[in-house]
């Protein structure tokens, strides 16, 4: 039955899209503005920030739990990667076929659906994140087929620009986390100021307004149609972030610790809510649940440690959840570490110092074995 709401939704609100985008199929032959280009090349400089981001900071454990997921991240890294490099070369060469026909298969075949994919786990408040990233793929998929059916230079920039919406989400983001602005609602707005700064140049002056009725409708459509309830609802409109876990009623004291089965205890009590010596199957898929992951995610979570099942009752030992669960623990550990560095700028720069002084150590002779790998991290 939810499916079918889901497809009455998409239908209403590409119904609504579509005579919109339909005024845009003749602007590929137009030249492409200066402004145009000043928004290219500082779109093109902004991916050094992001990059810093995911070199630096781990990615989240809810990426990496279950292989499905991990399998979506990597193929939506790669094909962004892809495609922007496609794209620069296509700008170049002034829109040859080559170029243009792979950008658009790596746009179509690859980043788009992975995006979709994605989705209903984003971070931000679902009510706006949904729809916002909704339009953003839509767009991004409505420039890359345009791009098909007119292989102009114009229509390769307005297809880099609808790509790199991602990109300014992600530039914006970290910029508020240094300035540590939009606390309790950072990526939403991360996202909406992306759109402010790309859409214009895809739909012009009004693309603004567009984007915004696109997300209002969407939530008018979906209290209409899905009829949630308070509770539901609430938590829809909460920001989901990404440094969070359980919350606490009392801190314990946490000390520095020193291996990985002291980084994953420390973790594995603070989960432990009910401070009986064991993670309960509730206890875990409400963590999951914290993180935005849908039911079914949560589900599968559960199966792959042994506790699927209706009793939340059931119980996660100690080993398990060292062995299975090793993103948790790893992420919760930086969360909780008593000498945390709460200054993401000052983060960012001790991370790319390890780096460096990592890239700078002499080179290990010999055999290389999982031991060894483990002490040099």
């Known amino acids: 039955m939810r499916t079918l709401k889901h497809a009455l939704l998409l239908l209403l609100l590409g119904s609504l899209l579509a005579p919109i985008l339909a005024t845009q199929l003749d602007a590929g032959r137009a030249p492409v503005p200066t402004a145009i280009w000043v928004l290219v090349v500082l779109s093109g400089l902004t991916n050094a920030l ?14 990496h739990i279950l292989a499905r997921r991990r399998r979506a991240l990597r193929i ?10 496609l794209g620069l070369w296509a700008m170049a060469s002034h829109a040859a076929p080559l170029p243009v026909r792979l950008m658009v298969l790596v746009a179509l075949l690859a980043h ?10 984003v971070f931000g408040a679902q009510i706006v994140m949904w729809p916002a990233y909704l339009f953003a793929i839509v767009l991004h998929a409505f420039c890359a087929a345009r791009l098909l059916v007119e292989p102009t230079l114009f229509n390769v920039v307005q297809t880099f620009l609808a790509l790199h919406i991602y990109v300014w989400v992600r530039f914006f983001y970290v910029a508020f986390r240094v300035l540590d602005l939009f606390q309790g609602a950072r990526y939403t707005s991360a996202i909406i100021t992306a759109g402010m700064v790309i859409i214009p140049a895809i739909l012009g002056p009004t693309g603004p307004l567009v984007g915004f009725g696109f997300i209002l409708a969407y939530i008018l459509l979906y ?16 920001e989901l972030e990404m440094d969070s876990l359980l919350p606490r009623t009392t801190k314990p004291t946490i000390v520095p610790a020193r291996t990985d089965r002291e980084r994953a205890r420390v973790v594995f009590t603070h989960i432990d809510l009910d401070g009986n010596g064991a993670i309960d199957a509730g206890e ?7 993180w935005g992951l849908p ?9 792959a440690v042994g506790v699927a099942g ?17 993103p948790i623990w790893q992420h919760g550990y930086e969360l909780l570490r008593p000498d945390r560095e709460t200054d993401y700028g000052r983060l960012v720069s001790r991370n790319v110092e390890r780096a460096i002084d990592r890239a700078r150590a002499p ?4 055999p290389r074995t999982f031991d060894t790998i483990r002490k040099r991290h």
């Open 112 to 121: 788009v659906p992975s995006s979709l994919y994605q989705t209903p786990i």
């Open 50 to 63: 992001p990059f810093l981001y995911h070199v630096t900071v781990s990615t989240h454990p809810k990426y």
């Open 363 to 366: 080179r290990r002779t010999g």
């Open 76 to 85: 939506h890294i790669v094909a962004g990667v892809l495609e922007i490099g």
């Open 295 to 303: 039911a079914e995610d949560v589900d599968a979570s559960l199966r």
């Open 284 to 290: 875990l898929a409400q963590l999951l649940a914290e």
């Open 223 to 238: 209290r209409g149609i899905f009829r949630p309830g308070a509770d539901e609802y609430r938590a829809m409109i909460r």
């Open 310 to 326: 209706d009793d939340d009752a059931r119980q996660i030992p100690f080993d398990v959840f060292l062995t299975k669960l090793e």
